[in-house]
């Protein structure tokens, strides 16, 4: 059972963290994009369906602790530093995505599309270059952040991969 668990805490991690950890890092450069071509629908809709991917691959990513847990409890590890530490820090990695990666997102979607927006009054006389520019210029600066926290994110991730093949201390021998 415990082959099992592991293999099935292995692949949901593939299956579930790669996707968001690919599509959030492909973000905020098509964001950039984005808000400097306001008028590209494709760019948007990328956008859209990254931040897309995001949400669902976070929500399905749940089962990779869940799994985890069940894996560790049958390995009696439960209570190994290495695990406690890997435990931890995919907490931290799942509050960086729900707190910071994803609502920065959905922020930026909003930029683009009022940029589109912006735009197309623009076009027919009712609005002014003046305030399209300062807020593509403020969300160009939320692009930056958002990739940061994405690297933090990243990098948790990372490190809880490292963390489980290492594993430190561990007395199986790996």
């Given at each position: 059972?415990?082959?099992?668990?592991?293999?099935?805490?292995?692949l949901v991690a593939i299956v579930a963290?790669?996707?968001?950890?690919?599509?959030?890092?492909?973000?905020?450069?098509?964001?950039?994009?984005?808000?400097?071509?306001?008028?590209?629908?494709?760019?948007?809709?990328?956008?859209?369906?990254?931040?897309?991917i995001c949400r669902v691959y976070?929500?399905?990513?749940?089962?990779?602790?869940?799994?985890?847990?069940?894996?560790?409890?049958?390995?009696?590890?439960?209570?190994?530093?290495?695990?406690?530490?890997?435990?931890?820090?995919?907490?931290?990695?799942?509050?960086?995505?729900?707190?910071?990666?994803?609502?920065?997102?959905?922020?930026?979607?909003?930029?683009?599309?009022?940029?589109?927006?912006?735009?197309?009054?623009?076009?027919?006389?009712?609005?002014?270059?003046?305030?399209?520019?300062?807020?593509?210029?403020?969300?160009?600066?939320?692009?930056?952040?958002?990739?940061?926290?994405?690297?933090?994110?990243?990098?948790?991730?990372?490190?809880?991969?490292?963390?489980?093949?290492?594993?430190?201390?561990?007395?199986?021998?790996?």
């Amino acid at each position: 059972m415990t082959k099992f668990l592991l293999s099935l805490h292995v692949l949901v991690a593939i299956v579930a963290v790669g996707p968001v950890t690919v599509a959030a890092s492909m973000f905020p450069p098509g964001a950039r994009r984005a808000l400097a071509d306001p008028g590209d629908p494709r760019a948007a809709e990328t956008l859209r369906l990254l931040h897309r991917i995001c949400r669902v691959y976070a929500g399905v990513g749940i089962a990779v602790p869940v799994l985890g847990m069940a894996t560790a409890l049958s390995m009696g590890v439960l209570n190994d530093t290495w695990l406690v530490v890997s435990m931890v820090l995919t907490g931290v990695a799942a509050a960086v995505l729900l707190a910071l990666v994803l609502p920065r997102q959905e922020e930026l979607l909003e930029a683009v599309d009022a940029g589109g927006a912006a735009e197309a009054d623009s076009a027919i006389g009712t609005s002014t270059g003046a305030g399209t520019s300062a807020g593509v210029a403020v969300s160009a600066r939320l692009t930056v952040r958002l990739a940061m926290f994405t690297g933090v994110f990243n990098l948790l991730w990372a490190t809880v991969t490292i963390l489980m093949i290492v594993r430190p201390g561990s007395t199986t021998g790996a």
